[in-house]
């Protein structure tokens, strides 16, 4: 929980891929799955 609080999150589930703006709650999976894939075309 520290390190979820040092890095300015919160709640649970959160996710971050790759610095971007942190998503939390299991309702916020499409967000989550349009930053991996943006990740992923990048990195391409």
Known sequence: MKALFEAGLWGAPTFRVDGMP??????RFWALEQDILATMNAHR
């Open 22 to 27: 942190a998503h939390w709650g299991q309702d």
